[in-house]
């Protein structure tokens, strides 16, 4: 999934620019991956999932005033309705029941994730005067929960079964707001960046072998709002970016 949103609101004189990606969203609601064999006799058995998901956002404002006042910018990626990748609760099960004691028995899940999503609020005003930014992100990359499970039913014997779990996720998060004012007051700056990389539950669950996890996550948040003076900009810069790891069984 890719998505690019890009605002071009320059101006040089008036303008009155109000520049909005609300609503910006890759969605996989969810995912159900599920194998059930029932084996008799000297059957082998072998199953399977394997979902790999690559979600790429790019969203930007560009809402420079150049020159002689008003402008009147208000950039916005995400602020009434947030920009998201997200990824509802994705399901693996592989299920042997009755097995025989005789059978070989291989079941695994893969599940490999990376979301990408950079944000650019540029607001730039450069004399003389107004431009009156405000730079407002909400960006997210969000993944409900994870299950995988690999379940295999047999009596004691000499029954020879290998299981693997394997969840990989990457999640990339870089958001800027650019309201440098370079002179000759206003602007008035107020930037702000609400951003967060979100995993919920992880559960992996074998009868025996192995689950193996990776989680990478990275977030970058810039808030530049400059003054060079004379009067105003009255900047407020926030920011709020959480990296958070999920409970895991």
């Known amino acids: 999934q890719e998505l690019t949103a890009n ?4 101006s040089t004189a008036l303008n009155d620019a109000f520049c909005d990606n609300n609503d910006s969203k890759n ?14 006799n000297l059957a082998q058995i072998t199953q399977s999932n394997d979902a790999t998901i690559n979600q790429n956002m ?6 420079d005033e ?5 402008n009147d910018a208000f950039c916005d990626n995400g602020q009434s309705v947030n920009a998201v ?3 509802g609760p994705i399901s693996q099960v592989n299920r042997a029941p009755f097995a025989d004691e005789g059978d070989v028995i291989t079941q695994s899940n893969i599940i490999d994730v990376t979301q990408n999503l950079e944000s ?12 009156n930014a405000q730079c407002t992100t909400n960006v997210f990359n969000s993944i409900e929960s994870i299950t995988q499970t690999n379940d295999v039913d047999f009596d004691a014997g000499s ?9 990989a996720v990457t999640q990339n998060l870089v958001a800027t707001n650019d309201c440098d004012e370079s002179g000759n007051g206003d602007n008035n700056a107020i930037c702000t960046i609400n951003q967060s ?12 072998s192995s689950n193996v996890l990776t989680i990478n996550q990275d977030g970058q948040a810039t808030n530049n709002c400059d003054d060079t003076t004379s009067g105003d900009n009255d900047a407020s810069c926030t920011i709020i970016l959480v990296l958070e790891v999920p409970d895991i069984t």
């Open 7 to 10: 605002d071009d609101c320059d």
């Open 27 to 40: 969605e996989i609601s969810s995912i159900e991956q599920e194998n059930r064999a029932q084996g008799d």
């Open 58 to 63: 790019e969203l930007l404002n560009s809402c």
């Open 66 to 70: 150049s020159g002689a006042g008003i």
């Open 85 to 87: 990748n997200f990824i």
């Open 120 to 131: 650019t609020n540029d607001c730039d005003e450069a004399n003389t005067g107004d431009n």
């Open 159 to 167: 029954v020879a079964h290998t299981q693997s779990n394997l969840f």
């Open 197 to 208: 990389n979100d995993i919920g539950a992880i559960t992996q669950s074998n009868v025996g």
